[in-house]
């Protein structure tokens, strides 16, 4: 569904991503894993738009994008739920849902979504008429992920969902991840420096050191790798 080709990045003069190539396929979970500062986040921004490649291409659904603003990728159905979840804090939580789906105009079929978060997440519908700057981390990020479901997205990027959360709500996100996956087929590409449980959810991995693609295997593979074990793993 999506194809990264050769992409190459630029922040000014400094070079961010090198020859970068990756694919997504229908149905898969793809995780992204690297240290600080490897270019996982420019990839992302590289995909929406944000930061267009200087070199390189990048298709969705075999059309090219690599030259499309942000609003035209967003439009195709690439949906981020951007890292630091950025809900709308002063908007009740069915006002952020809503928001999700600002472009729709199928009013059964949004309302059929919105009972499907709020059975994902029974903690966003005892919270519906709360402001959602008054949730906890873990629900903001709920909320953000719950916010780009709205949206029916075709794929969804994610970037690093699990970050400043409680081990409690780690597991739950990454858990609800899968479920999302599996139950709509919806294609992820989840950015994750937690790259145990990223690749404990995630079908394949890619491996990314100083912008560049250093690995690429199956996501049980690369759990299995002692490099990957040494240098992300922790064990
Ligand atoms: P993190 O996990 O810390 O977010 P990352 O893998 O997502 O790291 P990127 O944020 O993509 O990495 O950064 C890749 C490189 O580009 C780094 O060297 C970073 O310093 C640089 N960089 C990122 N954003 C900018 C920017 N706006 N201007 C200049 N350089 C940038």
Redesign the pocket.
């Known amino acids: 569904m999506l194809r990264l080709r050769n992409i190459d990045a630029f ?2 003069k ?1 070079q ?2 090198h020859d970068v190539s990756m694919d997504v396929e229908h149905g898969e979970i793809i995780t992204l894993i ?12 590289c995909i929406c738009g944000i ?1 267009p490649p200087q070199s390189g291409e990048i298709y969705f659904m075999e059309k090219s994008i690599r030259n499309m603003n942000p609003h035209e990728i967003v439009s195709l159905g690439i949906c981020q739920v951007p ?1 630091g979840r950025r809900i709308f804090p002063f908007l009740t939580v069915t006002e952020n849902l809503d928001m999700g789906a600002f472009l729709r105009s199928d009013t059964a079929e949004i309302k059929k979504d919105m009972d499907y978060i709020y059975s994902l997440f029974p903690i966003l519908a005892e919270r519906r008429h709360q402001s959602g700057g008054t949730l906890s981390g873990g629900e903001q990020q709920m909320l953000a992920i719950s916010r780009a479901i709205m949206s029916r997205p075709r794929m969804l990027l994610m ?2 969902p699990s970050l400043g959360l409680a081990p409690l709500f780690v597991k739950q996100i990454f858990h609800i991840i899968r479920q999302i996956n599996e139950e709509n087929q919806t294609p992820i590409f989840l ?1 994750e ?1 937690n790259a145990n449980m990223a690749l404990k959810v995630a079908h394949r991995g890619y491996v ?1 050191e100083n ?1 560049r693609i250093r690995l690429a295997d199956t996501a049980a593979n690369l759990l299995e790798n002692e490099e990957i074990k040494k240098a992300y793993l922790g064990l």
Not at 34 to 45: D, P
């Open positions: 922040y000014g400094i961010a991503l690297g240290a600080n500062g490897a270019g996982k986040t420019t990839t992302l921004m930061v890292e970037d690093e950015v420096q990314m912008g």
